[in-house]
């Protein structure tokens, strides 16, 4: 698939397994296993196709006679949630009235959040239970490179400029050091002007940094864009400086 990142999704009745599983950037989500019903069965499927795309998951699910806890299905479709999107190497369980998250995350402040928001999801008689981790290795790489500096662009466009240009030099050869791991390059403005043209003009400023990375001998399969806009501020808009800082490249480690 094109950009989720959890890689497995488990539901379970009794002896019976319900999975969902995808490969990062690469394949569609792939749901299979057991459950008790036809309406259990669309019901996971519409909210699995609500959070990843319609075109990213493939139907494997057998409906079966099985006995399954009161409110199983409820339940389990609302676990998965867009939240599921921030987990690395992950894999939710849901069997019996177990319910498990496990993986990696990038941004250590997410982790209990994430736990919290699965916490108020799960309602008694469920049982919840997380294990993640944060994924700093390969991210401790390509933040060591960036050093919080700002790739440059000229004023209102995605042209690099040349000091734009020398750090993402630096920025290839770290991301050579990364093995291989798929990153994502997201686009981000300030807040002045329309709303709309930030959204375009950080897309446009993500590709652009993308396409001279792959002039660096970088591979596009492991390389994807994202533009966000001046929606995920880190400074004051207010102040010059706050503006600046705003108009920024980020990159995740997969």
Do not use: C
């Not at 698939?1 to 999704?9: C, E, I, V």
């Not at 379970?12 to 969902?20: E, I, K, R, Y």
């Not at 990213?56 to 867009?82: C, E, F, H, L, M």
């Not at 994202?226 to 990159?251: H, Y």
């Amino acid at each position: 698939m094109k950009k989720y990142n959890l890689r497995s999704l488990k539901f379970g009745l009794l002896l019976s397994t319900l999975v969902a599983a995808s490969t990062v950037f690469a394949e569609p989500i792939v749901v299979e296993g057991v459950v008790p019903n036809a309406a259990s069965k669309q019901a996971i499927l519409q909210k699995m196709q609500a959070v990843y795309g319609a075109d990213q998951v493939i139907d494997k699910i057998q409906v079966r006679p099985v006995n399954a806890p009161n409110g199983w299905s409820d339940s389990v479709t609302q676990v998965i949630s867009p939240d599921l999107k921030k987990v690395k190497q992950g894999k939710l369980t849901v069997r019996g009235t177990q319910v498990e998250l496990t993986g990696k995350m990038t941004n250590p402040n997410d982790i209990q959040p994430t736990i919290q928001q699965y916490q108020n999801l799960v309602q008694p008689p469920y049982r919840f239970n997380s294990q993640l981790t944060v994924n700093q290795a390969e991210q401790k790489i390509v933040d060591d490179a960036l050093k919080n500096r700002i790739i440059e662009f000229e004023s209102g466009s995605a042209i690099l400029t040349a000091s734009g240009q020398q750090i993402l030099d630096e920025m290839a050869a770290a991301l050579k050091k990364v093995g291989g791991k798929k990153v994502k390059i997201i686009g981000h403005t300030d807040s002045s002007g329309d709303a709309g043209k930030n959204l375009v003009l950080s897309q446009e400023r993500a590709g652009a940094v993308k396409n001279y990375l792959l002039t660096k001998g970088l591979s596009s399969d492991n390389l994807s864009t994202e533009g966000l806009g001046s929606s995920k501020p880190v400074a004051d808009n207010t102040t010059a400086e706050g503006r600046r800082k705003n108009r920024r490249i980020e990159f995740e480690v997969q």
